[in-house]
Each structure stands twice: as C-alpha cells, then as structure tokens.
C-alpha cells in the first residue's frame, strides 16, 4: 500500500479524539501548544516546497485537528445536525473536498470553531453548519478555512452598506431581484450545481446615478450569494454563473464604479465560501470585455481560466448545464422537454425563498452588528506566517 493511502485510512479517519485517549486531556496546555506549533510548522514548511511531498499536507490537517480535539469546542447543535447530501453527492465530497465521514466532519468543524473563540479579535456565528461551509470550500485544510473565515468578516466588517441589516423581507431589495438582475432556479443543473441567471434587458440605470443605489444593487446581489451558501448541495456541487448581456447599453459606462467592482470581486474570490465552477457569458459586447480587462489585475488565474464567452449562441450552455434548467425565454420555440419556468416565475419564487422564517432570522442576525473583525485587536495579534496556509490545487 502506498504511504499516502496508508496515511488516509489511519489519521483521517480518526480526526476527533480516540476513547482510549481520554488521558491525553489532562495534557498541560504548553505541551499542547508545542506539539501544535511543531506539527503547524513542519506543515508549513511542506506546503512551501515543490517536491512530491505536499500530500502530506493533508494528513498535517488531520493531526491538527486530533491535537485539537483534546479540548474541543462542542456546541448542543452538533449533534443534531443531518446531512441532505445524497449518496452520490457524499462521494463527491469525499473525492474532491476531502469529507471522509461524519466523525472527520464534526472534528474538523468544532476543531475550527475552538480556533475561531480563541481570537480576541474575531467575532463569529460558530454553528456548526456556518462553519462547515469555510472547511468545505477549502477542502478540510484548517488553516485555509480560519483564512477564508477571516476574509469574510473582515470584508463585512468593512463595507457595512453591503452587509449590515440585510433584510430578506426589504421591499427595496424585492424590486431590484425583479429587474432580473440575478435569479436562481430551484432545480439544479445535470451535474448537480446551482445555476445563476442574470440579465441586462431590464436593469433601471438610474438606480446606479447615486451611491445608495449602487450600494443596494451590491447589497442584494450579496444576500442572494449568502442564500446559495446556505444550500448545502452547492457547497459541495457548486455554483455556476450565466450572465446574459442583450440590451446593455454604452450608458452603463458613465455609472460603472471600478472601486465597488474590486471589493465585490476580493468578497467574491477570497471570502465567499463557493465553489464557483463557471462563468458562461452570452452576447457580450465589446464596451464589458473592456471592463473586464480593467478589472483583469485583481482577478486570479483560475477566475479567469472558467470564464467562457459565447457570442449570440446558447448552444454549448445547453450542452453543459442541460435544456431543463434554463428559462422558458432562453428555450428554442420548439422545445418540448422540461423547463425552470419564465423568468419572472423563477424570480418571485426566490423572493418567496429568501423570506422564508429560517433564512430570514439567520440573515438578519448575521448582518446585525454582533459579528466583525476588530482591526485594532487583529494588528496587534501576531498574523500566521503566509507559508501556513496551504497552496490548494484547482477543482
């Protein structure tokens, strides 16, 4: 058997604390920290070489997350939680993100949240699914999902017209999901991803002459982000985007804010716990490709490299993503199969969903204030050395 494989099947498989190891509890707290400190930077050092050793990383996770596990940060809710993953999502999420099995998941969440109460300067939601999300989209690596949770707060934190007193039930934020901008159908696409609609033809530029109302166009559009993180099954599965652009005009230009646009794009790659796995780009004018070249800098290669323009032609998204996801508007008159319903049907079902009491109360309490980064305490704070967070591959 091979070390790696021989590695997978005894650390990680065993990622909470043995029953035979209930001593270890009474282990003094510096010993505790000088192990973690020794296995954190051995990790590390791994992580920044190019040799054929950067698997190792992962089973460095695991033992992270063991050591852990000596004091672990449990919460009634943990034991309560269900997965609504099928069997062959589960799979997938063991293959591409590392989700081993239930024991692997909840060492790895409540090894997160212990870390997340012990920073002065980080106060955070520490249910176990908020959680789970960060460890998800970073493929159980543990110092990659404290970087993530940090991004997020801290990007929260820092542009509070975007995410403070996010309401579902706003009137404000209803009308602007109407234009079109962006919308989600229920299903899913044929492997098994959420799709993101969002279209041009109807936007209200006048909305964008006046700072509120560029702040309330990024703020719903940052609402809907946080109801697709909430869907479970694309947080393993994945989000993709189709971005429709008939009817954008060159008066786009005079109210397009390069600022807003690279603190949107720093949330959405660094911070935003998804997957996303495409951008399908259709009927794209030549005015937006220069746009997007100005923002080009501030995007990562991989961002780039899952961009895909189509010209007047839906026909290789109809092949990706399947017929029976699209809206009626997007179909040939011909088609006869199964569709997501028209557009503004699509629409007011997600106006439904996001008003639901669940997702409603979870909204409004992350967006109350209670959670932030405080900047003071954080400089203050010894920062972990960038060679601790891991280099992941693409997805």
């Known amino acids: 058997m091979k070390f790696n494989k021989l590695c997978t099947h005894t650390f990680?498989?065993?990622?909470?604390?043995?029953?035979?190891?209930?001593?270890?509890?009474?282990?003094p707290f510096s010993l505790q920290f000088s192990l973690i400190?020794?296995?954190?930077?051995?990790?590390?050092?791994?992580?920044?070489?190019?040799?054929?050793?950067?698997?190792?990383?992962?089973?460095?996770?695991?033992?992270?997350?063991?050591?852990?596990?000596?004091?672990?940060?449990?919460?009634?809710?943990?034991?309560?939680?269900?997965?609504?993953?099928?069997?062959?999502?589960k799979k997938r999420a063991k293959e591409e993100l590392h989700e081993l099995n239930d024991k692997d998941r909840e060492g790895a969440v409540q090894a997160?949240?212990?870390?997340?109460?012990?920073?002065?300067?980080?106060?955070?939601?520490?249910?176990?699914?908020?959680l789970l999300r960060f460890i998800r989209v970073r493929k159980y690596s543990q110092l990659g999902a404290r970087e993530t949770l940090?991004?997020?707060?801290?990007?929260?934190?820092?542009?509070?017209?975007?995410?403070?007193?996010?309401?579902?039930?706003?009137?404000?934020?209803?009308?602007?999901?109407?234009?079109?901008?962006?919308?989600?159908?229920?299903?899913y696409d044929k492997h098994g991803r959420k799709v993101i609609f969002g279209s041009m033809d109807n936007m209200d530029l006048s909305m964008m002459k006046s700072k509120e109302g560029q702040d309330l166009l990024y703020k719903t559009s940052c609402l809907l982000f946080d109801w697709l993180a909430y869907d479970e099954k694309a947080q393993v599965n994945g989000v993709v985007f189709v971005s429709d652009y008939t009817g954008a005009s060159m008066e786009f230009i005079k109210f397009?804010?390069?600022?807003?646009?690279?603190?949107?794009?720093?949330?959405?790659?660094?911070s935003l716990p998804m997957r996303f796995k495409a951008f399908h780009l259709y009927k794209m004018?030549?005015?937006?490709?220069?746009?997007?070249?100005?923002?080009?800098?501030?995007?990562?290669?991989k961002f780039k490299d899952r961009m895909h323009s189509h010209g007047k032609s839906l026909v290789k998204i109809y092949e990706e993503l399947g017929m029976e996801v699209f809206p009626d508007e997007y179909l040939p008159d011909d088609y006869?199969?199964?569709?997501a319903g028209t557009r503004q049907e699509i629409i007011e079902q997600n106006i439904q969903d996001i008003q639901k009491e669940e997702f409603r109360k979870y909204m409004l309490e992350m967006s109350s204030g209670k959670y932030y980064v405080d900047t003071e305490k954080r400089k203050s704070a010894e920062k972990p050395p960038e060679a601790s967070f891991r280099k992941l591959n693409v997805d």
Request: with cysteine; proline share 6%.
């Open 12 to 27: 990680l498989d065993k990622p909470t604390r043995p029953n035979n190891c209930d001593r270890l509890i009474y282990c």
């Open 37 to 89: 400190f020794t296995v954190n930077k051995i990790r590390s050092n791994i992580a920044n070489t190019s040799c054929k050793l950067s698997y190792l990383c992962d089973v460095f996770d695991r033992i992270l997350v063991w050591f852990y596990s000596l004091t672990m940060a449990v919460e009634p809710g943990d034991a309560k939680y269900v997965s609504k993953l099928n069997e062959e999502e």
């Open 112 to 130: 997160l949240r212990k870390w997340a109460l012990e920073q002065k300067w980080l106060k955070t939601m520490t249910d176990f699914e908020f």
């Open 150 to 187: 940090e991004n997020y707060w801290t990007n929260r934190t820092n542009v509070p017209e975007w995410f403070k007193n996010l309401d579902p039930a706003d009137e404000k934020i209803h009308k602007v999901l109407r234009t079109g901008m962006m919308y989600c159908p229920k299903g």
């Open 256 to 270: 397009w804010n390069p600022e807003a646009e690279k603190k949107m794009l720093a949330y959405f790659q660094k």
């Open 285 to 301: 004018p030549a005015f937006i490709d220069a746009l997007f070249a100005i923002i080009s800098p501030f995007m990562s290669q």
């Open 336 to 339: 006869e199969g199964p569709s």
